[in-house]
């Protein structure tokens, strides 16, 4: 799919449909030539909205400059600890807190 293609129509989903995270994500995915600030901040919109929302976690660590504070991390831990959530949203809470606890482990 051609992205600049796709961005209005993902503009006016959301316009329709205000609480769907899913659509914002979207949004930031078609406008993958953000800098990354722009970027993170969307993402962290996202989990504003959402914050159990797995694939917003992904995609900040997917950013690989990003780093997730304490919070975060205990956030996401907290997630995986709780009712389990949909299969999709736990596997990306693994791989985005993979990030942050193989980078403490490799640390001396």
């Not at 304490?70 to 996401?76: L, S, V």
Request: net charge neutral; aromatic share 8%; hydrophobic share 40%.
């Amino acid at each position: 799919m051609r992205q600049q293609d796709a961005l209005p129509v993902f503009e006016e989903a959301a316009r329709l449909n205000p609480a769907e995270v899913r659509l914002r994500l979207s949004i930031v995915m078609s406008t993958r030539r953000l800098p990354p600030p722009r970027m993170r901040g969307r993402y962290k919109a996202c989990l504003d909205m959402n914050p159990g929302f797995g694939e917003a976690y992904w995609s900040l660590a997917d950013l690989k400059t990003y780093e997730f504070s304490d919070a975060e991390i205990a956030a996401m831990q907290a997630l995986l600890k709780g009712d389990g959530g949909e299969d999709a949203d736990q596997a990306q809470l693994h791989f985005a807190l993979g990030r942050p606890l193989s980078t403490a482990r490799a640390m001396p």
